[in-house]
């Protein structure tokens, strides 16, 4: 299965139009280093999911973006990881100026010191707060780029 560069916003506007304002919406994007031809590169899986009805089932759309890594400190990507926040904060902003639902933004980030992606916590939240007005969920709340992303990427393996 082919995933298209970019999440279609008027597809997800026009689903949108489908269903009722109890509907909830949210992003998230998640990121996996890869080697190919002896080069490094970053697959940046991004979602929308929108709860349908806030009861019922759920319609994902999704995207994979694939760019050069440039990270020197493996055990602290700061560039990947802030390359998924910056798609996301983009995603909301093209969402946001054409839909009336509120929007969930999701961070694959962890707190945690034990992991790789705490460096940029601070970072990522300040990031979304000031572009999008909002504040994102980060692990363990952050279930759409935790799970659903990452559910995209192992669908991408796959196919």
């Known amino acids: ?4 560069k970019e999440i279609d916003v008027e597809a997800v506007v026009a689903f949108l139009d489908t269903v009722s ?10 990121s996996e280093r890869k080697r190919v031809d002896g080069k490094w590169y970053n697959d940046y899986n991004t979602v929308v999911v929108i709860h349908i009805d806030g009861k019922h089932g759920c319609k994902i759309f999704g995207a994979v973006d694939t760019e050069l890594d440039f990270d ?3 055990d602290r990507p700061s560039m990947r990881l802030m390359g998924e926040v910056y798609r996301v904060a983009n995603l909301y902003t093209a969402l946001s100026t054409q839909i009336a639902a509120d929007i969930a933004v999701h961070l694959d ?3 945690n010191e034990v992991h ?7 970072q990522a939240i300040g990031y979304i707060r000031g572009v999008c007005g909002v504040e994102p969920q980060v692990k363990p709340h952050a279930w759409c780029a935790s799970f659903a992303a990452d559910r995209l990427r192992e669908i991408k393996m796959t196919a």
């Open 1 to 4: 299965m082919k995933f298209p």
């Open 21 to 30: 304002l109890d509907s909830k919406v949210y992003i998230g994007c998640d």
């Open 72 to 74: 020197r400190k493996l």
């Open 109 to 111: 980030l962890n707190r």
């Open 116 to 122: 790789g992606s705490s460096c940029v916590v601070d």
